[in-house]
């Protein structure tokens, strides 16, 4: 059971538009700033999204970050089939004084 | 560049140790606080530890408390995992990743498999 809520998954068609969720709490999302990862199987996760919405040199324009309140969102836009991935939110819960993670969303562009 | 890489890992017998690595290198380590964070196989992220900058403080899920230890070596660039009394539910791929600020976590090493099986 994750701190942070995500859907299981999602899915769009080529050139569409997906959001993602990440819902938290006061102590965590609401405390403090949500990053974003993509992971592929068997590869590291990588940081897409941090500061709720600022994306890193070498992430598109398509990746894109907010957050209000207890909840985050990713929204991805123009899909590829190359964006498949799995993508987790998180941040730091200072209630807990841990880091905390989405359970993670598997991203299928059909 | 900024790279992180682990090692240590392998297969170790339920209750043995096992003390996890990770070399750091492209940036000014003694200036950031490394996490570390596991994947069990097939799941999701788990937020295992952090280390501050000069090792003076630790946090650990409470989960892992009191089995788990958290060390670094700055005059190495390494930062250290210990884990004890392993469990088969222990077994996962475990990164080190840096710790920025605003809650970001990056970069992430390669990771090192760890495999709790008698």
Redesign the interface.
């Given at each position: 059971q994750s701190v942070l809520t995500q859907p299981p998954s999602v899915s769009a068609a080529p050139g569409q538009k997906v959001t993602i969720s990440c819902s938290g709490s006061r102590s965590n999302i609401g405390n403090d700033f949500v990053s974003w990862y993509q992971q592929f199987p068997g590869t590291a996760p990588r940081l897409l999204i941090y500061d709720n919405d600022k994306r890193p040199s070498g992430i598109p324009d398509r990746f894109s970050g907010s957050k209000s309140g207890t909840s985050a969102t990713l929204g991805i836009t123009g899909l590829q089939t190359g964006d498949e991935a799995y993508y987790f939110c998180g941040t730091w819960d200072g209630s807990l004084t841990a880091g905390v993670f989405g359970g993670g969303t598997k991203l299928t562009v059909l | 560049q900024v790279q992180l890489v682990e090692s240590g890992g392998g297969v170790v017998q339920p209750g043995r140790s096992l003390r996890l690595s990770c070399a750091a290198s492209g940036f000014t380590f003694r200036k950031y606080g490394i996490?570390w964070?596991r994947q069990a196989p097939g799941k999701?992220?788990?937020?295992v530890a952090?280390i501050s900058y000069d090792g003076s403080q630790q946090?650990?899920?409470?989960s892992l408390r009191g089995r788990f230890t958290v060390s670094r070596d700055n005059s190495k660039n390494t930062a250290f995992l210990q884990m004890n009394s392993l469990k088969a539910e222990d077994t996962a791929v475990y990164?080190c990743v840096r710790a920025?600020v605003?809650?970001?976590?990056?970069?992430?090493?390669?990771?090192t498999l760890v495999t709790v099986s008698s």
């Open positions: - | 996490h964070v999701g992220l788990e937020w952090v946090y650990y899920v409470d990164y920025e605003g809650a970001r976590f990056d970069p992430w090493g390669q990771g």
